[in-house]
Nanobody
Framework: QMQLVESGGGLVQAGDSLRLSCAVV????????MGWFRQAPGKEREFVGG????????KYADDMKGRCTISRDNTNNTGTLQMNSLKPGDTDHYYC?????????????????????WGQGIQVTGSS
């Protein structure tokens, strides 16, 4: 059974940088797509960015382009979300989501419906 363990959240101020990590446990290989999503209370979950199984495909939400980089280490089955120049609107609960794939993977990494595994999420909170 695949499990995801997220880490790295905390208090941030506008302009800060923050790295979130996601460890994929219980999967034998790196054939999975990974997406990062966030959700504020009372709002729908929204796409932040995603990365394909080979890391050759990366997509970002429009407001994250230029401020966000997603990477993955297929040897250690981990993924990271690096966010820079944080804004007050980035305060959210962030989720790493994963779905095993069969090559070739033609489904976009931004497609929220494709992901069947997600972690408990991690909070990023803006401090005044």
């Amino acid at each position: 059974q695949m499990q995801l363990v997220e880490s790295g959240g905390g208090l941030v101020q506008a302009g800060d940088s923050l790295r979130l990590s996601c460890a994929v446990v219980g999967h034998r290989n790196s054939d999975y797509a990974m997406g990062w999503f966030r959700q504020a209370p009372g709002k729908e979950r929204e796409f932040v960015g995603g990365i394909g199984w080979s890391a050759g495909t990366q997509k970002y939400a429009d407001d994250m382009k230029g401020r966000c980089t997603i990477s993955r280490d297929n040897t250690n089955n981990t993924g990271t979300l690096q966010m820079n120049s944080l804004k007050p609107g980035d305060t959210d609960h962030y989720y790493c989501e994963v779905e095993p794939i069969q090559r070739p993977d033609k489904v976009g990494v931004e497609a929220a419906w494709r992901y069947g595994y997600w972690g408990q999420g991690i909070q990023v909170t803006g401090s005044s």
